[in-house]
């Protein structure tokens, strides 16, 4: 049993207490923008936080028909799906054989791969931008899909730590009955690597799902655009679209809140995977 000292638990105390006040606002902000999309622009008005007098859909009719919000839906999810693929994909090859091989330069592409976690996105895009733009990839999803792809410093360090757990006696018993690398790594490493791709999976994917910034320097045209973009017009327009704004949030959110519920334990246990090493 745990033994905790005074100073523990109070300081335990006060956390628990901090992330029970922060959950409590994140779910009445989410519970607000659920019921004010179905309410009227006049209930919104004048009831923003309360039940709605009557249910009404026109917001999501609105949101779904009379804007192209289905095509920036179908953007969203090719970016998401494509970008996070692309990202776990190179990332857990990257990192195999980071954590499996020798060589020089592993130190500095390590070194290398944290740096990429420590420097902030705005500070690369001036970069980004022009080698897109010499590329012709400008205002084209296949220009940020790349973008996305190449964003492996998180989950290629995640995939080096826990390669580090796999036994190599795995690898060696393929290798001595004539498995190559690329066998070894597909038959063998990535089915016990399952938590761990499906938590990189998850959290690559939300990341992207929900980026902003990237998409409003990367994509201009009404044809490329995403979700995230498509809110940011109507929440400038708040005053005209308050209830269309609503209605954009929940059809965001909802793909995510599935996700949570239905991967959220094999999450935890693909990041605590290679955390303790037996």
């Known amino acids: 049993m745990e033994i905790l000292s005074p100073f523990a638990k109070t300081v335990r105390t006060i956390l628990s207490i901090i992330l029970i006040i922060y959950t409590t606002l994140i779910l009445f902000v989410v519970a607000m923008t659920l019921l004010d999309s179905f309410k009227t622009k006049t209930d919104l008005v004048t009831n923003f936080t309360g039940f709605p007098k009557v249910f009404s859909l026109d917001s999501y009719k609105a949101v779904l028909f009379d804007d192209d919000f289905l095509s920036y839906f179908r953007n969203s999810l090719i970016l998401t799906l494509v970008g996070t693929g692309g990202c776990i994909f190179l990332s857990s090859l990257t990192a195999y054989g980071i954590a499996r091989y020798d060589f020089k330069g592993k130190a500095f592409l390590t070194s290398y791969l944290f740096l990429g976690m420590m420097i902030p996105v705005q500070v690369s895009i001036l970069p980004v931008f022009l080698i897109l733009k010499n590329l012709h990839l400008l205002n084209n999803l296949l220009g940020l899909i790349l ?12 995939f080096q730590k826990f390669f580090h757990t796999v036994p190599r006696a795995l690898e060696e018993s393929a290798r001595l009955d004539g498995a190559g690398d690329f066998k070894i790594f ?4 990535m089915p016990v690597s399952k938590p761990v791709l499906l938590s990189m999976a998850l959290i690559t994917g939300v990341i992207q799902w929900n980026d902003f910034y990237m998409p409003m320097v990367l994509l201009g045209s009404r044809a490329t655009k995403t979700l995230t973009l498509a809110i940011y017009q109507y929440v400038g327009q708040f005053a005209k679209y308050m209830s269309e704004s609503m209605a954009a949030v929940v059809i965001t959110l909802i793909p995510v809140i599935i996700l949570y519920f239905l991967f959220s334990n094999q999450m935890v246990a693909g990041l605590t995977s290679g955390a303790i090493k037996e």
Not at 147 to 158: E, G
Not at 186 to 189: A, C, T
């Open 186 to 189: 597909f038959r063998i490493v």
């Open 147 to 158: 973008v996305y792809i190449s964003s492996i410093s998180m989950s290629c360090l995640v």
